[in-house]
């Protein structure tokens, strides 16, 4: 079973039931409620911090991450007593504390960092198995530029796709894999400017990553409509094709693909974020023979426009049933934020309920951890947190010692 989300989270997934329709429009058994009231939580004394990303495991227990959007330095953190405390377990990186580039949070004790990255200075992939009690590093020998994307299958089976090199939006890689828990990492395959054999992964594009096992996993390249499998741990990968609507094609904007995730060795799902005229759609994508083939499910249509990758992380997926995609809507004249609205399903997408939702801000990330626990952090930082399964919200004011 996969432990990874998207994302960054992202973006953990799987639909019970196929709907084979691709038609675009609103979902249906789509009911409508009124704007939902936020509270606000009671403030802890301490030191407030704006959250970045989140990935809790359940209502207590998780990890997240700050940015300090003045000098880009981030922070590690921890709790066990839910998410209005939290302690600093940043790894001690010297002169290098500023430059984390990537993470991956594996359970409530497991995680790793990359530090590092800028042209001429190595990276080096922190992990702890204590939940940031200590830290151990591994110097990585290759090197390459900022950007790093961890996925792993246990405690001691993953992988690492680096960035290598960059040009117009299109980023070369280079994926590592670990098999004793990131102690140490070996280079397996590459992308670079010159690649053209079928058996690579193309430079062209930003790349994700995630596996079913210890052989077959996948890469997908936002802005095409791309997806690449392995069957030899990411040695050797090849393209495989997903079935697209016919109405929509790259004029309308990018197709950006989310690495599928799996619940069992047979059934996975696959979001994929699809343009056209009337804004972009989610369709989500669902396996039940292990990846060989792939079917849409009932679509959603958000209304977004210019989607990026960043925008994986207003889906979450909890479990087999139970998925969350979040939109938001905007003045025409002013841009200002004027409300979101919460889709959910909790029969594996056949139907969608929304529930519109008023925060303070563009939400830019959701997190769930149970079919009725879920987080959200909107463009300012602030958290929110439902127990209802998303139709009503209460914003938290996260604090550290």
């Not at 300090?68 to 990186?93: E, K, M, S, Y």
């Not at 940031?132 to 530029?145: C, H």
């Amino acid at each position: 079973m996969s432990h990874n989300k998207s994302t960054s989270s992202l973006i953990t997934l799987l639909l019970a039931l196929l709907l084979t329709s691709c038609g675009i429009g609103t979902p249906t058994g789509t009911v409508t409620l009124a704007p939902t009231r936020l509270s606000t939580a009671t403030t802890v004394t301490g030191n407030e911090v704006r959250l970045q990303q989140i990935h809790m495991f359940n209502a207590s227990t998780g990890w997240a991450m700050t940015g300090d959007p003045v000098n880009g330095q981030r922070r590690i953190l921890r709790t066990t007593t839910g998410v209005a405390h939290w302690q600093d377990v940043t790894p001690v990186t010297g002169k290098q504390s500023s430059l984390i580039d990537g993470s991956g949070f594996f359970d409530a004790l497991t995680a790793w960092v990359a530090v590092g990255g800028d042209p001429g200075i190595p990276m080096v992939v922190y992990r702890t198995h204590d939940g940031g009690q200590s830290w151990q590093q591994a110097q990585l020998r290759d090197q390459g530029i900022n950007g790093a994307t961890f996925f792993f299958l246990n405690a001691r089976v993953g992988w690492l796709m680096r960035a290598t090199g960059a040009a117009t939006g299109n980023v070369g890689v280079a994926v590592l894999r670990t098999s004793d828990g990131g102690a140490s990492w070996k280079r397996i395959s590459a992308s670079t400017f010159s690649t053209t054999s079928p058996s690579k992964l193309p430079f062209v594009g930003k790349k994700m990553i995630s596996f079913v096992n210890e052989t077959t996993g996948w890469v997908t390249v936002s802005g095409f409509a791309w997806l690449y499998v392995t069957h030899d741990g990411g040695t050797t990968w090849r393209h495989q094709n997903i079935p697209l609507p016919a109405q929509v094609g790259q004029a309308f904007g990018p197709i950006i693909i989310i690495p599928p995730s799996f619940f069992s060795a047979t059934d996975g799902l696959l979001p994929a974020i699809i343009p056209n005229p009337a804004g972009e759609t989610i369709t989500i994508y669902v396996t039940h023979d292990g990846g060989v083939s792939w079917h849409p499910t009932s679509p959603v249509h958000t209304g977004w426009g210019s989607m990026t990758i960043a925008d994986a992380g207003l889906i979450a997926i909890a479990d087999a049933q139970h998925a969350w995609i979040v939109s938001s809507s905007n003045d025409a004249k002013s841009n200002q934020y004027i409300h979101s609205t919460v889709y959910s399903t909790r029969d594996g997408g056949l139907h969608w309920t929304q529930h519109t939702v008023k925060f303070s801000a563009n939400p830019t990330m959701i997190d769930f951890a149970s079919p009725t626990q879920g987080w959200a952090i909107d463009e300012g930082g602030s958290l929110y947190q439902t127990a209802d399964g998303g139709q009503t919200w209460v914003k938290v004011t996260p604090t550290i010692p």
